[in-house]
């Protein structure tokens, strides 16, 4: 993949397909999240979401203490990772440990961001994704497009002529069919499993529960049928108490697939315990930094309020057109242009502050509140921190003495009457034409003499 | 002040007005109005007039700052918006209109952010002081809504910062129906054209193909022009559909509630 944001941006446009599948895909996440405007106060309950994630993130340190020492009391086991290879050893020793030779996995985009599936395959162990969407992309050798549709960018033909190679006979591009398929294909999976890896919603401290949110069960079968359950959970997925949860659970599948509940709302406190029928003998939760603390305290610091919805991706008129891949990183969309320089600021990361036309249409989304857009450009500003380039610095010469300002604006308007594709730069006028300007003369001056 | 009846009437009503005593109202131009499109400036003016405003234009207002704000320059922003913060200041009390909802955001919202980045206190305070009276152009005109019989039918195009941060919806619309327009139903009539500033140079192919998007969804058999608030994103729309040979007319709201407008859109 290229490193340069608008080549990779030009050859996702030039893909049509891509183009309507997302335009579709989206269309249909944002027609579903209306249904999850039937809370009549939303907004109070989306500023009530964003002043609870402060206070959960002002006290962080200590409430992922509670949340550890709870865990430990259900019996489960909490590992800290500072970075990517530090979790992926964890969950490595733990894997080498019980001589784990197969893992079913939920859906996790933090195990996308470590890496762990690659660290994992790199010990000879099989992974298997059981999110119908994650399992497509793994079977294509792809990676996911969107955080909660991995699949998205696929048109159901593509889908089955991957199901069909596997399965090796012709199955027609019918949803149930392909469905069935998976279902059949993975239940033998989950059944020889010796792992099971999930990510996490939201962990809630008061009682160490965490909590998954899916819709295909799959996430269920992961946590409770092979005998080790591993959670791999980001330092700031949590919650303090299950009144905050029931909040951010009123929220959440309002606006990720405006559901007014998803179908499964796992809650899993310590592994099986005596007695009890179901579940892993070990519940170990690896809860993950990866540079997020370094985000605490700074004026980025709401990123890390974010709980996955994704539904600012969906209304991002950018990344409707390019789709999550031209991010070239795990998280696409307002929220992975914001988040991904802050977890690791390299430049190709740092770049992607320019892939928004600052709508603030995420803004107004976002259950939680994030001023996606406002980030944005904190991270322009940041990119600038060596200095503005020259032309602006003499823009803002100019334009701060009112008489050049005037005779400028007098030298812009005979330029466009003039020469009209040659005074703005050629990136404009290659797929624009500069309009004739309307009227001529000096507004200002003209008003002033009594002549409007 | 009492709206006459039969307002269509302009030169009538204007006859009316002469004696009346007319609200100062500072008008705050834009840079792009005044290099690109002076004619729309008049007829921002006149349709202030019309509704009871004598509109004046403070000399040493220059630009508001955003091009460089949105670029992540904000020393640069600061230098100019200073220059245009100050003109407003000393000018007389009273409304600030603005003609284009990128522009008023800039000034309301976002200028004491960008005053308190680069540090500069008393810019800031002075910018908190004035934002309750910067106020957008079709918002202050709705105030004082009347009814008229023009013909046409349009499509209006949402522009992103008026809708989604000074929340500006049903104005507009409002404004081109009470004045006897058709407004087309129009997918996505709400979604980003695609300029967002230096966005637009940055990023251009995306920047065009979200023009495109939008373009691709307007009824063209259905509508005799595309109408806006920000020139801005006019400028953009009607710069991909001229390269596209698509002559449809485009013009901002004020030239469709021109008292001395034609009566037809066309
Ligand atoms: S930034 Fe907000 S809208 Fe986007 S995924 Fe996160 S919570 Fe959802």
């Known amino acids: 993949m290229s490193d340069d944001l608008r080549t990779r941006a030009t050859e996702a446009l030039a893909d049509r397909g891509l183009h309507e599948a997302l335009a579709r895909a989206t269309d249909r996440f944002v027609e579903i999240r209306r249904a999850g405007d039937d809370v009549a106060n939303l907004d109070a309950l989306k500023r009530a979401a964003r002043w609870q994630r402060h206070r959960v993130m002002e006290r962080l340190p200590e409430i992922l203490e509670r949340f550890a020492d709870a865990v430990g009391r259900a019996g489960g086991v909490v590992h800290w990772a500072a970075d990517a290879a530090e979790a992926n050893d964890i969950v490595g020793d733990l894997a080498a440990r019980h001589a784990v030779r197969t893992v079913v996995k939920s859906k996790s985009m933090l195990t996308e961001e470590i890496g762990l599936n690659e660290a994992l395959e790199a010990v000879g162990i099989d992974v298997v994704e059981t999110d119908l969407g994650e399992w497509i992309v793994q079977l294509a050798g792809d990676r996911p497009s969107h955080i909660l549709g991995p699949a998205i960018h696929y048109t159901r033909e593509r889908v089955a002529e991957l199901f069909s190679a596997r399965a090796g006979e012709e199955l027609p591009p019918d949803p149930e069919v392909l469905c069935a398929y998976a279902r059949a294909s993975l239940r033998e999976r989950f059944l020889e499993a010796d792992m099971g890896i999930s990510g996490c919603n939201f962990g809630v401290a008061e009682t160490g529960t965490v909590v998954l949110v899916t819709n295909e069960g799959n996430g269920r079968m992961v946590t409770s049928v092979p005998p080790i359950h591993v959670v791999v959970m980001g330092m700031e997925r949590i919650v303090e108490t299950w009144d905050q949860l029931d909040l951010m659970m009123t929220l959440l599948p309002r606006s990720a697939t405006g559901q007014q509940l998803s179908v499964y709302t796992t809650q899993v406190t310590g592994p099986r315990r005596d007695g009890e029928i179901d579940g892993p003998d070990e519940l170990h939760v690896v809860i993950v930094d990866n540079g997020r603390s370094h985000v605490l305290g700074t004026g980025a610091h709401e990123m890390l309020h974010c709980i996955r919805c994704s539904a600012c991706l969906n209304v991002c008129p950018v990344y409707r057109q390019i789709g999550g891949h031209a991010y070239g990183s795990v998280y696409s969309g307002p929220m992975g242009a914001v988040l991904t320089p802050l977890l690791d600021p390299s430049p190709a990361a740092t770049e992607l502050a320019n892939a928004s036309s600052l709508c603030s249409a995420c803004h107004e989304v976002c259950p939680v509140g994030i001023p996606l857009q406002d980030l944005l450009l904190l991270r322009r500003a940041d990119n600038a921190a060596g200095g503005a380039p020259a032309a602006f610095r003499a823009w803002a010469k100019v334009w701060s003495r009112p008489a050049a300002y005037r005779a400028s604006i007098a030298a812009v308007q005979t330029g466009a009457r003039m020469v009209p594709d040659t005074f703005v730069p050629s990136a404009w006028t290659d797929g624009r034409t500069v309009p004739r300007p309307r009227g001529r003369g000096s507004l200002r001056e003209r008003l002033a003499r009594g002549e409007i | ?266």
């Open chain 2, 1 to 266: 002040m009492e709206a006459p009846s039969g307002a269509s009437n302009a030169s009538a009503y204007h006859a009316e007005m002469d004696g009346d005593t007319k609200i100062p109202l500072i008008l705050f131009p834009t840079c792009v109005m005044e290099a690109m499109a002076p004619a729309v400036g008049e007829a921002v003016v006149r349709t202030l007039r019309d509704r009871g405003f004598a509109p004046s234009i403070p000399p040493d207002a220059t630009c508001c700052g955003q091009p460089a704000w949105n670029a992540g320059y904000p020393e640069e922003a600061a230098t100019v918006a200073r220059t245009t913060l100050a003109a407003l200041t000393d000018a007389p009390s009273g409304p600030v209109c603005v003609p284009a909802g990128s522009c008023a955001t800039m000034m309301r919202v976002y200028w004491p952010e960008l005053f308190r980045r680069v540090g500069d206190e008393e810019a800031r305070a002075a910018a908190v002081e004035i934002a309750d009276r910067i106020v957008e152009f079709t918002r202050l005109v709705a105030d004082d809504r009347r009814q008229a019989d023009r013909q046409g039918t349009v499509a209006y195009h949402h522009s992103c910062h008026m809708l989604r941060e000074l929340h500006i919806h049903d104005e507009p619309v409002a404004l081109l129906t009470d004045a006897g327009y058709a407004v087309a139903d129009w997918d996505d009539d709400d979604r980003c054209c695609g300029f967002g500033g230096l966005f637009s140079v940055k990023e251009p192919e995306i920047s065009v193909a979200m023009a495109d998007e939008k373009i691709d969804g307007l009824p063209l058999d259905g509508i005799e022009a595309l109408v806006g608030s920000d020139l801005s994103c006019l400028l953009q729309l009607e710069g991909r559909m001229r390269r596209r040979g698509i002559d449809l007319p485009v013009r901002h709201i004020a030239e469709l509630l021109d008292p001395s407008g034609p009566t037809d859109v066309r």
